[in-house]
Nanobody, 121 residues
């Protein structure tokens, strides 16, 4: 079992930056691919970004490509999402998720509780 705890959310003005983090418990973190998702009020949860076990492969939703960067530090059991040039439409609860495989894919096995990101115009 893996527990994921997000942090770093908050309120930021449009055009600003924010970094959210996800700390994972357990020794298997370095063998898991990780992802970030978000859910805005009244909308379905959507994929944001993913990273392979080593960090060698990353994948982004078109809506955040070029603005967001996913990274990980396996020594700290932590995955990050650096968000730049934020827009009001980025406002959502951001969730991190873990896959019990090393490679990026669609199915995720563990989820965090989420952290709120609000971008004001």
């Amino acid at each position: 079992q893996v527990q994921l705890v997000e942090s770093g959310g908050g309120l930021v003005q449009a055009g600003g930056s924010l970094r959210v983090s996800c700390a994972a418990s357990g020794r298997a973190f370095s063998n898991y691919a990780m992802g970030w998702f978000r859910q805005a009020p009244g909308k379905e949860r959507e994929f944001v970004a993913a990273i392979s076990w080593s960090g060698g492969s990353t994948y982004y939703a078109d809506s955040v490509k070029g603005r967001f960067t996913i990274s990980r530090d396996n020594a700290k059991n932590t995955v990050y999402l650096q968000m730049n040039s934020l827009k009001p439409e980025d406002t959502a609860i951001y969730y991190c998720a873990a896959r019990r495989t090393r490679l990026i894919g669609e199915k995720y096995d563990y989820w965090g509780q989420g952290t709120q990101v609000t971008v004001s115009s």
